[in-house]
């Protein structure tokens, strides 16, 4: 009989360290649910988009990226007297050089290549008001197609080349060089000589 008063103790001690312990369970979860995930921050653009020194055109180089097209909306609307855009770029993201495409349609706005413009740099090219090259500039094209040991999905490259299509035939492209676009295979890249992009109406102006 001597012996119960410690048995007590004993509870009441082992029942004060559970309580204890799912206190700090308590707090624990409410830290962690207070606590926001961490952000994941996106790679910057990978291209420059700005205005020339003479403050005569946009001058855009680098990567036809994601977020060009919000990126030229805003500078057309700080600078709308500008109708000139300079391109240097071998390429990127076709659904973004489309959205170019409708911001150089809206605003009148021509373009210009000084060295070399290929891939969807060539569509956004496409997409200017007046088109003009310098004499040793080049223009690089080449067809849609997909390795087959990749899976994208819903995305047919027939049907994607067709809307690219569909906006050079829109800027007065000639039909036949329409058609050559068509049968381009993937590589290599097609550079066309000034006198066939001026046939064509690829280059409007000199």
């Not at 988009?49 to 001058?59: G, I, Y």
């Not at 060539?122 to 390795?147: N, P, Q, T, V």
């Not at 066939?196 to 102006?205: D, F, K, S, V, Y």
Request: aromatic share 6%; net charge neutral; hydrophobic share 45%.
């Amino acid at each position: 009989m001597k012996d119960r008063p410690v048995d007590v103790y004993v509870l009441r001690s082992l029942l004060g360290l559970a309580l204890g312990a799912l206190g700090l369970v308590g707090i624990t979860m409410a830290r962690t649910e207070v606590i926001p995930p961490p952000m994941r921050i996106p790679p910057p653009p990978q291209f420059t988009l700005d205005v020339s020194d003479d403050a005569r055109a946009f001058q855009f180089s680098g990567t036809v990226d994601f977020g060009l097209t919000a990126a030229l909306r805003e500078l057309v609307a700080a600078h709308p007297t500008i109708k000139r855009m300079t391109l240097e770029s071998t390429g990127g993201y076709i659904a973004e050089a489309r959205g170019v495409v409708t911001v150089l349609r809206a605003h009148d706005i021509a373009t210009h290549v000084d060295g070399h413009c290929a891939s969807a740099c060539a569509l956004i090219f496409a997409g200017g008001a007046k088109r003009s090259l310098a004499s040793k500039a080049r223009l690089g094209l080449h067809g849609y197609a997909m390795r087959n040991d990749r899976n994208f999905g819903m995305i047919d490259p027939q049907v994607e080349m067709q809307r690219d299509l569909a906006i050079y035939r829109g800027q007065s492209v000639s039909e036949e060089f329409v058609a050559k676009l068509a049968d381009l295979p993937r590589s290599p890249m097609w550079y066309p000589d000034h006198g066939e992009l001026e046939a064509a109406g690829m280059i409007t102006t000199p």
